[in-house]
């Protein structure tokens, strides 16, 4: 999968213009730099693909050639994959195995390669900013060069990459369905000097698709000692403030808090 990514980005410009777009709402594979150019604080040491691989499959037509096979195959992996580990959370908050899966948590499934170049001054720039994913969960693949750091207790950590394994982060929708009991992870990346350093998202959420499910926190983990910390929303209204207000080291749960 990192190779696919690798190949799609290093391909001439003139074909990759062909999948240039920043409209969120089309469910096919979109290729742009900076999601959030007119509305971050500042730009970023990144180019990206995203490629919304469930509810509705793309058609393979539809995907670059030269790493269709490959991000067909992933993405089936990565989904089965996502529904184990939503069973092993949904037992870890005391529900049924599949009580995360029956609501829904794995409805949406987006696939999004990153590739980062080698920056003369990473000194300068961010790969990517400090921000938590806007999502219920998020499985990433990342190469050998690493940079990823988590912040905890105000400080920040490196993720160093070990080969074979996959990084498992908790999403904002994830901390509001849960009431708080699961916390997502607020994360960055750091530029680099000896690119192209190159990472898999794999994002349980249907992003932008109209979707008519409303959530807020669970009822069964409500209690007059635990009342609900945040108001109902759908995905997609959640994913609209998340993308309009960009990465700007801000949470977008503050938005919706009780």
């Known amino acids: 999968m990192l190779d696919g990514v690798r190949r799609f980005f290093e391909q001439d410009d003139d074909v990759k213009k062909e999948y240039y777009s920043r409209d969120y709402s089309e469910a096919k594979l979109k290729y742009n730099s900076n999601f959030d150019l007119f509305s971050g604080k500042s730009t970023n040491w990144r180019d990206t693909f995203f490629c919304l691989v469930a509810p509705t499959p793309p058609k393979p037509e539809d995907l670059p050639t030269v790493c269709r096979d490959i991000l067909m195959e992933y993405s089936n992996e990565v989904m089965k994959l996502g529904k184990a580990i939503f069973e092993l959370f949904s037992e870890a908050l005391g529900?049924?195995?599949?009580?995360?899966?029956?609501?829904?948590c794995t409805e949406g499934l987006q696939i999004v390669g990153h590739y980062y170049p080698a920056c003369p001054?990473?000194?300068?720039?961010?790969?990517?900013?400090?921000?938590?994913?806007?999502?219920?969960?998020?499985?990433?693949?990342?190469?050998?060069?690493?940079?990823?750091?988590?912040?905890?207790?105000?400080?920040?950590?490196d993720v160093p990459p070990s080969p074979g394994a996959l990084v498992v982060n908790i999403g904002d929708f994830l901390?509001?369905?849960?009431?708080?009991?699961?916390?997502?992870?607020?994360?960055?990346?750091?530029?680099?000097?000896?690119?192209?350093?190159?990472?898999?998202?794999?994002?349980?959420?249907?992003?932008?698709?109209?979707t008519t499910r409303v959530y807020g926190p669970i009822?069964?983990?409500?209690?007059?000692?635990?009342?609900?910390?945040?108001?109902?929303?759908?995905?997609?209204?959640?994913?609209?403030?998340?993308?309009?207000?960009?990465?700007?080291?801000?949470?977008?749960?503050?938005h919706y808090r009780l």
């Not at 529900?95 to 829904?104: F, G």
């Open 95 to 104: 529900l049924k195995p599949s009580y995360l899966n029956d609501i829904h």
């Open 121 to 157: 001054q990473p000194e300068l720039t961010m790969g990517t900013p400090q921000h938590a994913d806007n999502d219920f969960l998020t499985i990433l693949l990342q190469d050998h060069i690493g940079g990823l750091q988590i912040r905890h207790d105000d400080q920040w950590f």
């Open 175 to 210: 901390q509001l369905i849960t009431n708080d009991k699961f916390k997502s992870v607020e994360h960055r990346v750091l530029a680099n000097s000896i690119g192209p350093r190159i990472s898999v998202a794999s994002f349980f959420t249907t992003g932008m698709q109209p």
């Open 219 to 254: 009822k069964e983990l409500l209690s007059d000692s635990n009342p609900a910390r945040y108001r109902e929303t759908s995905v997609k209204d959640f994913s609209a403030f998340f993308l309009n207000k960009g990465l700007d080291g801000t949470s977008a749960l503050q």
